[in-house]
Each structure stands twice: as structure tokens, then as C-alpha cells.
């Protein structure tokens, strides 16, 4: 089955630092994927969707400034977090599924998210 | 406005015991997705199901079954003799359009604890 590959699983840094996550479709191609945000017992927001060769689509009240994505290829999508800070600390989950002529009628699939901690 | 509305925000149950988690959606959309996933505490989202607003048939998979209801905008979710295994966060998710890649928009979930 479709499979959608997240890393790092887990990341510490200190404040200030920019990390970047990869959202990687393993065995089909994506010209879309999703990036969400999930805080503690709470529920996914979605943050942005990413689109294959062009500028992403941030959801209203997500700074496009400092979520920067990159969708370069159809099974490679990244979120780089830039000068996170404590606030950023959350759980960050990417989602795809196989599209074909820029459709897709199959559900997507998650990767297994990022831990960030920003101290 | 598209929202999804989980009302039970946890629920425990003792193992064998049947259980039904409580989905409400809103949609102005004529076709739509509806889905559950399952959010383990190791945190990866676990697809359970899928179904399409055209398609109002109940829908069993082993212990689990489902019961859309288009009238009262409800997909409820049963897991029958709850296993510890099943102890989870369970979440309700719409996706606003059929045949399109699309965002999915999430209830808040509800947190199921199954006691041995």
C-alpha cells in the first residue's frame, strides 16, 4: 500500500534554530501533500498544502514566513520551522496520496510525524 | 463553513465491552469524504475508513462498524468486545470534495481507554 515517509521521527533544538522536516511519498507520486500541526490532546490543524513546483497554500493565521515549504519534486515535499521558538514546540504530521493528471481519488496517507521541542 | 464536531471527549470502557464514538459533521457540499482514523499514543495516524456521501450503506469490519446517517449528519463509529489494543485517540475527519485531492478537516477526537 501507499506509503508516505516523515523524518526526523524526533527533533531538540535550541531557540532560534531553523529545522526542516521531510515528507517523502515512498512508492507513488504526489503532486499534493499536506502539512498539519497538532499541539498536545488537541486536534490536527491543517497548516498548508503543498503543491509540486509551485508556492504553497497556507491556511489563514500560518505565517508562510516562518513555515517555509518546498514541494521540488512529486515525492518530496519539506517544512523548514525558521528561528523556531517555544511556541513552535508541537507535532508536526505530513499527508499524501497518488495522483494521477492531478487527481486523486484515494485517501491520503500520514506519515508517522515530527516531534519538534524547541527549549 | 465545513466542521466536524467530536462531542465525547474521552470515554473508558472495561475490555469486552461494546463501544460507540460519536461523529457530527457540517457541509454545505453536496459530495464529500467521510473518514475515522486511529491516533495510538505513539502518535502515527492509522486509516480505518473511508466513505463517500453518495454511499449511506453501514459498513462492519470485523469489530468495527460504522453507521452514516446523512439525515442527522452523523457517522458514528462502534468497536464491539473493546480489546486494550483498542485504547486510542480515534478521530472524525471530513474531506469537503469527492474526486479532488483535498485537505481533511478533523473533529478534536475522542480519547478511548480500554481497561483490562
Known amino acids: 500500500g501507499a506509503v508516505v515517509s516523515q523524518h526526523p521521527s524526533r527533533v531538540i533544538c535550541k531557540s532560534g534554530t531553523s529545522v526542516k522536516i521531510e515528507c517523502r511519498s515512498l512508492?507513488?507520486?504526489?503532486?499534493?501533500m499536506f502539512w498539519y500541526r497538532q499541539f498536545p490532546k488537541q486536534s490536527l490543524m491543517l497548516m498548508a498544502t503543498s503543491n509540486e513546483g509551485s508556492k504553497a497554500t497556507y491556511e489563514q493565521g500560518v505565517e508562510k514566513d516562518k513555515f517555509l515549504i518546498n514541494h521540488a519534486s512529486l515525492t518530496l515535499s519539506t517544512l523548514t520551522v525558521t528561528s523556531a521558538h517555544p511556541e513552535d514546540s508541537s507535532f508536526y504530521i505530513c499527508s499524501a496520496s497518488p495522483t494521477a493528471y492531478g487527481y486523486s481519488n484515494q485517501p491520503q496517507h500520514f506519515g508517522d510525524g515530527t516531534r519538534l521541542s524547541i527549549l | 463553513a465545513q466542521k466536524v464536531t467530536q462531542a465525547q471527549t474521552e470515554i473508558s470502557v472495561v475490555e469486552k465491552e461494546d463501544v460507540t464514538l460519536d461523529c457530527v459533521y457540517e457541509t454545505r457540499d453536496t459530495t464529500y469524504y467521510l473518514f475515522w482514523y486511529k491516533q495510538p499514543p505513539s502518535g502515527e495516524l492509522v486509516f480505518l475508513i473511508r466513505r463517500n456521501s453518495f454511499d449511506e450503506q453501514n459498513e462492519i469490519s470485523g469489530r468495527y462498524s460504522w453507521n452514516f446517517q446523512k439525515s442527522t449528519s452523523s457517522f458514528n463509529f462502534t468497536i464491539t468486545a473493546s480489546q486494550v489494543v483498542d485504547s486510542a485517540v480515534y478521530f472524525c475527519?471530513?474531506?469537503?470534495?469527492?474526486?479532488?485531492?483535498?485537505?481533511?478537516?478533523f473533529g478534536t477526537g475522542t480519547l478511548l481507554a480500554v481497561q483490562p
Open positions: 475527519a471530513l474531506s469537503p470534495s469527492v474526486g479532488a485531492t483535498n485537505k481533511l478537516i
Open positions: 512508492d507513488f507520486q504526489a503532486t499534493t
